[in-house]
């Protein structure tokens, strides 16, 4: 099996840490995929987007300084794939600030609420 630059392949996710994920790859060999080569947006934690023994799609970028295979999950993808991905993630961060704005705005008028039977607040 040829690991040449530009190469893509399907491997396993084997080790996640929270620099990257390892994968292994049909042959045997395993590779790398640093934390920048994940998705197109910022990735805090791995786990938001890989799983242990989770089958993913890898494109090959070559061998690092120590010989080490250098993998890439983000370029394996076709760029409709890309954008798809991208938008369901802002599309995650939208919904979760307008919860915690509705959230907030809800406590705020349950305190008020709860002052007024009270008789307002106490001095």
Do not use: C
């Not at 040449?4 to 491997?11: A, H, Q, R």
């Amino acid at each position: 099996m040829s690991l040449e630059t530009g190469t893509i392949l399907e491997g396993i996710v084997v080790k996640i840490t929270h620099y990257g994920a390892f994968v292994e790859l049909p042959d045997g060999k395993s590779g790398l995929v640093h934390i920048s080569e994940i998705a197109d947006t910022y990735v805090k934690d791995v786990r938001d987007y890989l799983k242990e023994q989770e089958k993913v799609k890898v494109k090959v970028l070559g061998y690092n300084d120590k010989g080490k295979l250098d993998l890439s999950v983000k370029q394996a993808l076709d760029p409709a794939e890309r954008q798809s991905r991208v938008r369901a993630k802002a599309s995650f961060d939208e919904k979760l600030a307008k919860f915690l704005k509705e959230s907030e705005e809800r406590l705020l008028d349950l305190k008020r609420n709860t002052e007024a039977k009270r008789g307002g607040r106490r001095r």
